[in-house]
Protein backbone atom coordinates (compact mmCIF):
# COMPACT_ATOMS: atom_id res chain seq x y z
CA UNK A 1 0.00 0.00 0.00
CA UNK A 2 1.72 3.35 -1.35
CA UNK A 3 2.25 5.97 1.41
CA UNK A 4 1.01 9.03 1.13
CA UNK A 5 2.97 12.40 2.23
CA UNK A 6 1.86 16.21 2.49
CA UNK A 7 3.96 19.36 1.33
CA UNK A 8 3.21 23.09 1.77
CA UNK A 9 4.84 26.05 1.67
CA UNK A 10 5.42 28.31 5.02
CA UNK A 11 2.22 30.83 3.84
CA UNK A 12 -0.15 27.57 5.62
CA UNK A 13 1.62 29.39 8.92
CA UNK A 14 1.51 26.14 10.68
CA UNK A 15 3.48 25.92 13.76
CA UNK A 16 6.48 23.67 13.02
CA UNK A 17 5.81 21.24 16.01
CA UNK A 18 2.42 20.47 14.67
CA UNK A 19 4.21 20.04 10.95
CA UNK A 20 6.52 17.37 12.88
CA UNK A 21 3.36 15.63 14.85
CA UNK A 22 2.02 15.05 11.34
CA UNK A 23 4.74 14.76 8.92
CA UNK A 24 3.87 17.64 7.17
CA UNK A 25 6.74 18.76 4.52
CA UNK A 26 7.41 23.09 4.57
CA UNK A 27 9.34 25.02 1.53
CA UNK A 28 9.74 28.01 2.63
CA UNK A 29 9.07 31.45 0.68
CA UNK A 30 12.00 33.86 1.48
CA UNK A 31 11.30 37.51 3.53
CA UNK A 32 14.68 39.93 2.15
CA UNK A 33 15.82 42.39 4.26
CA UNK A 34 17.83 44.88 1.80
CA UNK A 35 20.65 42.25 0.52
CA UNK A 36 19.95 39.83 3.25
CA UNK A 37 17.67 37.36 2.45
CA UNK A 38 15.68 34.86 5.30
CA UNK A 39 13.81 31.73 5.12
CA UNK A 40 10.04 31.71 6.01
CA UNK A 41 10.47 30.26 9.24
CA UNK A 42 13.70 28.58 8.94
CA UNK A 43 15.94 31.31 9.07
CA UNK A 44 13.86 33.69 10.74
CA UNK A 45 10.93 33.14 13.21
CA UNK A 46 7.59 35.04 14.00
CA UNK A 47 8.90 37.26 16.64
CA UNK A 48 12.08 37.80 15.23
CA UNK A 49 11.24 39.06 12.09
CA UNK A 50 8.11 41.87 13.44
CA UNK A 51 10.93 43.07 15.87
CA UNK A 52 13.14 43.73 12.47
CA UNK A 53 10.44 45.10 10.56
CA UNK A 54 10.01 47.68 13.67
CA UNK A 55 13.50 48.52 13.02
CA UNK A 56 13.44 48.50 9.30
CA UNK A 57 13.77 51.93 6.95
CA UNK A 58 12.59 50.64 4.20
CA UNK A 59 9.70 47.57 3.88
CA UNK A 60 11.19 43.98 3.53
CA UNK A 61 10.31 42.07 0.06
CA UNK A 62 9.45 38.49 -0.01
CA UNK A 63 10.04 35.95 -2.88
CA UNK A 64 8.56 32.69 -4.15
CA UNK A 65 10.14 29.02 -3.51
CA UNK A 66 12.38 28.04 -6.75
CA UNK A 67 11.02 24.90 -8.62
CA UNK A 68 14.45 23.04 -7.54
CA UNK A 69 13.63 24.08 -4.00
CA UNK A 70 10.12 21.70 -4.51
CA UNK A 71 12.05 19.55 -6.76
CA UNK A 72 14.95 18.66 -3.64
CA UNK A 73 11.70 17.71 -1.23
CA UNK A 74 9.68 15.56 -4.07
CA UNK A 75 13.19 13.75 -5.00
CA UNK A 76 14.14 13.38 -1.43
CA UNK A 77 10.15 12.02 -0.46
CA UNK A 78 10.49 9.50 -3.46
CA UNK A 79 14.07 8.49 -2.36
CA UNK A 80 13.15 7.40 0.92
CA UNK A 81 10.06 5.40 -0.09
CA UNK A 82 9.58 5.25 -4.27
CA UNK A 83 5.70 4.24 -3.76
CA UNK A 84 5.05 7.52 -1.95
CA UNK A 85 2.61 9.32 -3.39
CA UNK A 86 2.61 13.19 -2.76
CA UNK A 87 0.01 16.14 -2.77
CA UNK A 88 1.20 19.39 -2.45
CA UNK A 89 -0.57 22.12 -1.74
CA UNK A 90 -0.14 26.21 -1.69
CA UNK A 91 -0.96 29.45 -1.09
CA UNK A 92 -3.14 30.61 -3.81
CA UNK A 93 -1.83 31.46 -7.27
CA UNK A 94 -4.08 34.83 -7.59
CA UNK A 95 -1.10 35.79 -4.99
CA UNK A 96 2.25 33.82 -5.73
CA UNK A 97 4.05 32.07 -8.28
CA UNK A 98 4.35 29.39 -5.03
CA UNK A 99 2.12 26.95 -6.74
CA UNK A 100 3.24 27.54 -10.41
CA UNK A 101 6.93 26.62 -8.94
CA UNK A 102 5.84 23.54 -7.86
CA UNK A 103 3.49 22.95 -11.11
CA UNK A 104 7.12 23.40 -13.00
CA UNK A 105 8.81 21.30 -10.15
CA UNK A 106 6.80 18.11 -11.06
CA UNK A 107 7.21 18.35 -14.72
CA UNK A 108 10.60 17.69 -14.08
CA UNK A 109 10.12 14.55 -13.11
CA UNK A 110 10.35 11.49 -15.23
CA UNK A 111 7.39 10.68 -13.24
CA UNK A 112 5.31 12.28 -12.57
CA UNK A 113 1.81 10.25 -11.61
CA UNK A 114 2.46 10.34 -8.09
CA UNK A 115 2.71 13.92 -7.43
CA UNK A 116 -0.55 16.55 -7.05
CA UNK A 117 -0.20 19.74 -7.00
CA UNK A 118 -2.96 21.82 -5.42
CA UNK A 119 -3.93 25.18 -5.60
CA UNK A 120 -5.28 26.17 -1.87
CA UNK A 121 -7.13 29.42 -3.35
CA UNK A 122 -6.65 30.85 -0.06
CA UNK A 123 -3.93 31.99 2.36
CA UNK A 124 -2.36 31.53 5.89
CA UNK A 125 -4.24 28.94 8.15
CA UNK A 126 -6.74 28.71 5.19
CA UNK A 127 -4.00 26.79 4.13
CA UNK A 128 -3.41 24.93 7.07
CA UNK A 129 -6.81 23.92 8.02
CA UNK A 130 -6.82 22.17 4.74
CA UNK A 131 -3.06 20.40 5.11
CA UNK A 132 -3.67 19.31 8.82
CA UNK A 133 -7.10 17.81 7.91
CA UNK A 134 -5.00 16.18 4.84
CA UNK A 135 -2.02 15.09 6.87
CA UNK A 136 -3.96 13.23 9.47
CA UNK A 137 -5.72 11.43 6.96
CA UNK A 138 -2.48 10.30 4.90
CA UNK A 139 -1.12 8.85 8.93
CA UNK A 140 -4.75 7.04 9.10
CA UNK A 141 -3.43 5.11 6.24
CA UNK A 142 -6.08 6.65 3.91
CA UNK A 143 -5.57 6.77 0.23
CA UNK A 144 -4.29 9.82 -1.96
CA UNK A 145 -7.94 10.37 -3.49
CA UNK A 146 -9.25 10.05 -0.07
CA UNK A 147 -6.91 12.61 0.95
CA UNK A 148 -7.24 14.83 -2.04
CA UNK A 149 -11.31 14.84 -1.52
CA UNK A 150 -11.05 16.82 1.97
CA UNK A 151 -10.27 19.21 -0.35
CA UNK A 152 -13.14 20.82 -1.53
CA UNK A 153 -15.20 20.72 0.94
CA UNK A 154 -12.20 22.13 3.53
CA UNK A 155 -12.06 24.70 1.25
CA UNK A 156 -15.37 25.91 1.13
CA UNK A 157 -16.05 25.73 5.11
CA UNK A 158 -13.59 27.77 6.67
CA UNK A 159 -15.33 31.50 6.99
CA UNK A 160 -11.94 33.78 7.18
CA UNK A 161 -11.40 37.44 7.67
CA UNK A 162 -8.58 39.37 8.22
CA UNK A 163 -8.31 43.06 10.07
CA UNK A 164 -5.69 45.17 9.13
CA UNK A 165 -4.45 47.40 12.04
CA UNK A 166 -2.74 49.73 9.63
CA UNK A 167 -2.90 50.65 5.81
CA UNK A 168 0.18 51.73 5.84
CA UNK A 169 1.80 48.13 4.89
CA UNK A 170 -0.75 47.19 2.32
CA UNK A 171 0.08 50.92 0.50
CA UNK A 172 3.96 49.90 0.79
CA UNK A 173 3.15 46.73 -1.17
CA UNK A 174 1.29 47.94 -3.51
CA UNK A 175 -2.72 46.78 -2.43
CA UNK A 176 -3.62 50.25 -1.81
CA UNK A 177 -2.57 53.92 -3.46
CA UNK A 178 -0.90 56.38 -0.59
CA UNK A 179 -3.80 58.57 -1.03
CA UNK A 180 -6.23 55.82 0.30
CA UNK A 181 -3.90 55.28 2.95
CA UNK A 182 -3.50 58.54 3.80
CA UNK A 183 -6.72 59.29 4.33
CA UNK A 184 -7.31 55.85 6.24
CA UNK A 185 -5.10 56.50 8.53
CA UNK A 186 -6.04 59.60 9.46
CA UNK A 187 -9.78 58.74 9.83
CA UNK A 188 -8.74 54.88 12.23
CA UNK A 189 -10.12 53.46 9.51
CA UNK A 190 -9.89 49.34 9.73
CA UNK A 191 -9.88 47.27 6.80
CA UNK A 192 -11.76 43.99 6.77
CA UNK A 193 -10.74 41.63 3.67
CA UNK A 194 -11.29 38.25 2.86
CA UNK A 195 -10.44 35.87 -0.14
CA UNK A 196 -12.98 35.10 -3.26
CA UNK A 197 -13.40 31.97 -4.37
CA UNK A 198 -10.36 32.45 -6.80
CA UNK A 199 -8.09 33.09 -3.99
CA UNK A 200 -8.27 37.16 -4.83
CA UNK A 201 -7.82 39.39 -1.84
CA UNK A 202 -11.17 42.22 -1.74
CA UNK A 203 -12.37 44.62 0.62
CA UNK A 204 -15.23 42.93 2.72
CA UNK A 205 -15.90 46.13 4.85
CA UNK A 206 -14.34 49.49 5.94
CA UNK A 207 -15.19 50.04 9.28
CA UNK A 208 -13.87 53.19 11.57
CA UNK A 209 -12.22 52.26 14.78
CA UNK A 210 -10.84 48.92 15.86
CA UNK A 211 -13.92 47.45 18.55
CA UNK A 212 -16.64 48.39 15.62
CA UNK A 213 -14.42 46.16 13.09
CA UNK A 214 -14.73 43.03 15.69
CA UNK A 215 -18.09 43.80 15.91
CA UNK A 216 -18.82 44.02 12.20
CA UNK A 217 -16.48 40.65 11.81
CA UNK A 218 -19.37 39.01 14.01
CA UNK A 219 -22.19 40.00 11.94
CA UNK A 220 -20.10 38.50 9.42
CA UNK A 221 -19.96 35.25 10.70
CA UNK A 222 -23.47 35.27 11.73
CA UNK A 223 -24.43 35.64 8.31
CA UNK A 224 -21.65 33.30 6.97
CA UNK A 225 -22.66 30.34 9.79
CA UNK A 226 -26.52 31.22 11.13
CA UNK A 227 -25.90 29.62 14.39
CA UNK A 228 -23.97 26.87 13.82
CA UNK A 229 -21.37 25.50 16.27
CA UNK A 230 -17.87 26.79 15.28
CA UNK A 231 -14.12 26.09 16.15
CA UNK A 232 -11.74 28.91 15.51
CA UNK A 233 -8.45 29.42 14.61
CA UNK A 234 -7.13 33.22 14.76
CA UNK A 235 -3.84 33.96 13.68
CA UNK A 236 -2.07 37.48 14.47
CA UNK A 237 0.99 39.63 13.83
CA UNK A 238 2.04 40.69 17.36
CA UNK A 239 -1.13 40.77 18.41
CA UNK A 240 -2.48 38.21 20.90
CA UNK A 241 -5.11 40.60 22.78
CA UNK A 242 -6.62 41.86 19.76
CA UNK A 243 -6.86 38.20 18.78
CA UNK A 244 -8.75 37.14 22.20
CA UNK A 245 -11.01 40.00 22.19
CA UNK A 246 -11.97 38.61 18.74
CA UNK A 247 -12.33 35.37 20.33
CA UNK A 248 -14.62 36.51 23.24
CA UNK A 249 -16.93 38.55 21.24
CA UNK A 250 -17.57 35.68 18.62
CA UNK A 251 -18.16 33.19 22.27
CA UNK A 252 -20.81 35.70 23.11
CA UNK A 253 -22.82 34.62 19.93
CA UNK A 254 -22.19 31.42 19.26
CA UNK A 255 -20.85 27.88 20.71
CA UNK A 256 -17.65 28.12 19.75
CA UNK A 257 -16.12 24.22 20.53
CA UNK A 258 -12.30 25.25 20.22
CA UNK A 259 -10.14 28.01 19.79
CA UNK A 260 -6.53 27.95 18.77
CA UNK A 261 -3.77 30.71 18.15
CA UNK A 262 -0.95 31.03 15.97
CA UNK A 263 1.24 33.91 14.48
CA UNK A 264 1.10 35.04 11.32
CA UNK A 265 4.82 34.48 9.26
CA UNK A 266 7.14 36.81 8.35
CA UNK A 267 6.14 36.14 4.46
CA UNK A 268 2.36 37.25 4.81
CA UNK A 269 3.10 39.65 7.80
CA UNK A 270 5.35 41.63 5.18
CA UNK A 271 2.05 41.94 3.06
CA UNK A 272 -0.22 42.99 5.93
CA UNK A 273 1.73 44.20 9.13
CA UNK A 274 1.86 43.91 12.71
CA UNK A 275 -1.57 44.46 14.32
CA UNK A 276 -2.85 42.32 11.95
CA UNK A 277 -5.44 39.43 12.70
CA UNK A 278 -7.07 36.41 10.51
CA UNK A 279 -9.88 34.71 12.12
CA UNK A 280 -11.13 31.11 10.17
CA UNK A 281 -14.45 30.12 11.71
CA UNK A 282 -15.38 26.44 10.61
CA UNK A 283 -18.74 24.59 11.66
CA UNK A 284 -17.73 22.40 14.36
CA UNK A 285 -17.84 18.11 14.17
Known sequence: MSKVRIVTDSTADIPAETRER????????KVHF?????RDYLDIK???????LKQAKELPTTSQPSPVDFLNVYKRLLEEDPDTEIISVHLSSSLSGTYQSAVLAKSLLEDQT????????????GIGIIVEEMAKAALEGK?????????EPMRQDPRLYFLVDTLEYLQKGGRIGRASALVGSLLHIKPILSLDDSGTIYSVDKVRGQRKALARIVELFEQDLQGKAIALTIVHA???????????????????????????GPVIGTHVGPGTIGIFAVPAP
Open 238 to 264: EALETAQLAAELIKERFEVKNVRYAML
Open 22 to 29: LGIEMVPL
Open 46 to 52: PEEFYGK
Open 114 to 125: NITIVDSKTASY
Open 143 to 151: SKDECLAIY
Open 34 to 38: GEEAY
